[in-house]
């Protein structure tokens, strides 16, 4: 791992009109691990994700990737910097299949113009089987035929296609069962392992402590805290998430009690 | 969510393409479209079977349904309906209408024709004007739709109703505008190929199908893919071959009754019409499936946000739709007006976009965008033109016409229902 986590940010501060809803948030995200972003419902995590996918632009702070500043005013640009968030909602075309999905906007071209459906059909082959992903049949099967954790796949596996520095993943196991839930955090592990920096947004600790290197909680807008996995427990992280702050570590008491600092 | 879809498919590591493992290419292939069709892609089968089965029905019922005469009739009156029908795919891929396309072909044939007797202008002109008229106006229905956001329903139903009134303006108080007679334009649908170029279109067809299939499965080959079976690509082949071989046969045949040693003017030969089917069948359907653009259609009418986060475009898309759509109606307008050998004051208004939108949908396009190909609008339009042509053998009486449309209609509400039905079985 070097020493430039792959994004950083500094002190960003975003309000909707009079409501803050992010002040002054640090966060990094390393290549190689998964950074966990974790926080109670209003606590700012999907505003964060959406300030770092250029949905919105942020008021204050400092935006950097691969330790050189950079601005991100629309997803296009953010996507450009090698940024990719995977939507709860998935955005996958159902009546596509899943090469068809994995190359959408992205389509391969023979010198004639004509799409280049072997070269597209191969590479998508072959980025599910360096994710050891075993769960889907074929890669022309339509993807209204897909389970959601086939579907999460999917969505993942594209933005490895795509060579992404940073993907956000959002909630990627909420409507998951057991089984499926256990085979998208491996798929997690393994796109970490391939050098992307992964920051998974969740609400289940389980997964969070299972896969996490890093866990970054927000409270009421503010970073409680970002800690390594290996040094806290479930009962710190979750205090955290409620109180703002655990013993030694978080915000000051008259910080965690939402007061104006 | 099926907990069954998501079974762990066992395979060697080191080759992640073995899907087909032990099994032999065709078993595999079979499997896989025995899935799709349970899974609800139905494809072609129901058209087919209609048509087999409709076809069938009235040739019992009405010995001469199956003539050569008849089949030519058949053929030419289904051109009109085909021709708007694959316009018509474009919008319902993205889920929109257009209903206005039957008034849209009745105003640029009108276009057309004014400009033909009145101007005194070359008979391709007129084509052009027509043409270039049915982009704009689809242009302009595509950018209220885009970029106002007005429903398509609204716009086309206004459309609908201002275009019957402008073809009325344009033609008159006369009625109807007669093309001229020697124009290449009524022999379209009223004069026929030599029998030579029938069976040379054949050739054409069935080699490039044959050699471009065998070049997918090559090309598949190479990419150390699973390739297609050639049993299928032959069964395929030969069905085109054979079916192109009969309708070739039947349309070498004269039928001509008043022929004779004395009167020889045999009507025999290709319509000329089936040329231009072939010809827009084959550039739509290479666009749908082999372009980025055909391949972006799709992708929006099955889901618009993924698309836009896909980095499409999605109102450039939008409003080319319309336009193809306008397009294929003026062209559509130019073989109705070729069939009657005018223009009439109320020509593509009635059932005209009706017909047609049944054809698209009786075909297996969705009513609800995303699913949908060229080879819907010219089975759907065949059976449509059968139905009709059939019932009007078999209902006659004074009533008979509007005992035509309430067979009509009953036909595509059926087909609507289908369609909504297997949705209905695709999403779950």
């Known amino acids: ?261 | 969510m099926s907990a069954q879809a998501d079974e762990i498919v066992e395979q060697n590591d080191q080759d992640p393409a073995a899907e087909v493992e032990g099994l032999p290419a065709l078993t595999v292939y079979t499997r896989s479209y025995l899935a799709r069709v349970k899974g609800g892609q139905l494809g072609s089968i129901p058209a087919m079977t209609g048509l087999i089965v409709i076809s069938a029905v009235f040739a019992v019922v009405h010995p001469g349904f199956l003539s050569a005469y008849n089949i030519e009739a058949l053929v030419i009156q289904a051109a009109p309906i085909i021709i708007m029908a694959m316009g018509l795919i474009f919008v319902l891929l993205l889920g929109e209408i257009d209903l206005s396309a039957g008034t849209t072909g009745g105003l640029c044939a009108a276009i057309m024709a004014v400009l033909l007797l009145r101007r005194g202008a070359p008979w391709w002109l007129g084509v052009i004007a027509a043409l270039a008229s049915g982009v704009a106006i689809g242009l302009s229905m595509g950018w209220l739709r885009a970029r106002i956001g007005i429903p398509s329903f609204v716009i086309t139903l206004a459309t609908f109703l201002a275009f019957q009134g402008a073809t009325l303006i344009l033609i008159g108080g006369q009625g109807s505008v007669i093309l001229p007679g020697n124009s290449p334009l009524i022999g379209l649908e009223n004069s026929f190929s030599p029998l030579w170029a029938g069976w040379a279109l054949l050739a054409v067809a069935v080699a490039g199908y044959a050699a471009i299939k065998i070049n997918d499965a090559a090309g598949r080959r190479r990419a150390a893919l699973p390739p297609t079976p050639m049993a299928v690509i032959a069964v395929k082949v030969v069905t085109l071959a054979v079916l192109g071989a009969l309708f070739t046969y039947v349309m070498g045949i004269n039928r001509n009754l008043t022929s004779n040693a004395f009167f020889d003017n045999k009507a025999q030969g290709m319509p000329w019409v089936v040329l231009l089917l072939v010809l827009l069948f084959a550039v739509w359907h290479f666009v749908l499936s082999r372009t980025r653009y055909g391949r972006h259609l799709y992708a929006v009418g099955g889901n618009e946000e993924a698309s836009r986060r896909a980095g499409i475009v999605v109102s450039r898309i939008r409003i080319s739709v319309f336009a193809i759509c306008s397009a294929m109606a003026a062209v559509s307008g130019i073989a109705a007006a070729s069939l009657l050998q005018s223009v009439q004051s109320n020509a593509g208004a009635g059932n005209t976009l009706l017909l047609a939108v049944g054809a698209a949908v009786i075909g297996g396009t969705s009513l609800f965008g995303g699913h949908g190909r060229m080879i819907d609008a010219v089975l759907g339009g065949l059976v449509v033109a059968v139905i009709i042509n059939g019932m009007s053998d078999l209902i006659q009486g004074s009533n008979s016409a509007g005992y035509e449309y309430v067979v009509t209609g009953a036909v595509l509400l059926l087909a609507a229902g289908f369609d909504a039905v297997v949705r209905r079985g695709r999403a779950t």
């Open chain 1, 1 to 261: 791992m070097s020493d430039t986590p792959t994004l950083q940010l500094r002190g960003v501060d975003k309000s909707f009109g009079p409501v803050h809803v992010l002040s002054a948030v640090d966060f990094t995200a390393a290549a190689g691990e998964v950074t966990a972003l974790v926080g109670d419902n209003g606590a700012g995590k999907t505003t964060l994700v959406n300030c770092v996918g250029g949905i919105y632009q942020v008021d204050a702070g400092e935006f950097l990737v691969d330790g050189k500043p950079v601005t991100v005013h629309d997803p296009r640009n953010a996507a450009a910097l090698g940024i990719e968030i995977v939507y709860q909602d998935l955005a996958l075309c159902e009546n596509l299949n899943i090469v068809q999905n994995m190359f959408l906007g992205r389509e391969r071209r023979t010198r004639l113009g004509t799409l280049d459906e072997n070269t597209m059909e191969k590479l998508a082959r072959q980025t599910l089987a360096s994710l050891s992903v075993r769960t889907v049949r074929s890669v022309r099967q339509g993807v209204a035929s897909l389970s959601g954790g086939q579907r999460q796949t999917v969505a993942i596996a594209k933005s490895v296609l795509w060579k992404s520095k940073i993907v956000i993943l959002d909630e990627p196991t909420a409507a998951l069962g057991v089984a499926q839930t256990e085979q998208v955090l491996q798929l997690v592990r393994r796109l970490a392992e391939q050098g992307v920096a992964v920051i998974l947004v969740s609400h289940n600790m389980n997964d969070v402590l299972q896969v996490a290197d890093s866990i970054a909680v927000l409270y009421l807008g503010r970073l409680a805290a970002q800690v390594r996995r290996a040094d806290v427990n479930q009962t710190q992280v979750v205090e955290l998430i409620t109180a703002g702050r655990s013993g030694e570590l978080g915000l000051s008491p008259a910080e965690s009690t939402g007061a104006t600092v």
